[in-house]
């Protein structure tokens, strides 16, 4: 079975702390990870993926896949940040994406 | 370029009631996939359509079923519908059937009474 887990559903912090948003996932081949985000009154979006090892914005994240993990981080939070996370999984030869259920950031001045 | 957008936006239905909802995918995309998000959870796949046929399925009811057009665009429809039908059905295209990169739309709220 394909499950993603993010164990936090709100993580608030101050403008310039450290952030990292958890990830778990359950699935037994290689699978694809990805950081969806939808800041307010927009439209769900693609932070990132972990086949391209980019920064976006500041993010990265990393797979672990011992430790079947895919946490965001961001050493600097900034206002802007503040948004609804999901971490989402994509099996081999699956369509779909499996999302989590979300973490909403919120970064005070 | 618009990017994805959907039909109607907002609908109020009753119990039994049938529902069509409409998604026209990005510019140059041609693979549509339906994506329904209850009040507090993620986005769950309902199923996908690439060269108008479905590809793939997600674990909803036959009362769930689709339909893609020539132009890409697609509708997801709801027959004998349940208070429980109610959520966010999202529309998202992508460049190709493979990919984990889609392109979301806003979303048709639908309420169930």
């Known amino acids: 079975a394909q499950r993603v887990t993010q164990p936090e559903k709100l993580l608030s912090v101050f403008k310039g702390a450290p952030v990292e948003l958890k990830c778990n996932y359950s699935?037994?081949?290689?699978?694809?990870l990805f950081w969806y985000v939808q800041y307010s009154r927009q439209r769900l979006q693609l932070l990132l993926r972990?086949?391209s090892r980019e920064s976006i914005k500041g993010f990265t994240a990393d797979l672990n896949k011992g430790e079947t993990s895919f946490h965001l981080k961001k050493p600097f939070a900034q206002e802007e940040d503040s948004a609804m996370y999901y971490c989402?999984?994509?099996?081999?030869?699956?369509?779909?994406?499996?999302f989590g259920t979300g973490t909403r950031l919120l970064v005070s001045p | 370029d618009a990017g994805v957008t959907q039909s109607p936006t907002h609908l109020i239905k009753t119990r039994g009631q049938q529902v069509t909802l409409r998604c026209s995918p990005k510019s140059g995309h041609d693979t549509v996939s339906w994506y329904q998000q209850a009040l507090g959870q993620g986005p769950q796949f309902i199923f996908q359509?690439?060269?108008?046929?479905?590809?793939q399925r997600g674990n909803f009811p036959d009362r769930f079923s689709g339909h893609q057009f020539p132009n890409y665009s697609s509708e997801l429809n709801v027959n004998a519908l349940l208070l429980g039908d109610s959520a966010l059905y999202l529309c998202?295209?992508?460049?190709?059937?493979?990919?984990?990169?889609?392109?979301f739309g806003e979303g048709s709220r639908l309420t169930v009474l």
């Open positions: 359509y690439y060269e108008e046929e479905e590809r």
């Open positions: 699935y037994s081949g290689s699978p694809e």
């Open positions: 989402a999984l994509r099996g081999v030869g699956f369509q779909k994406l499996v």
């Open positions: 998202a295209s992508s460049l190709t059937e493979n990919t984990g990169e889609l392109f």
């Open positions: 972990h086949i």
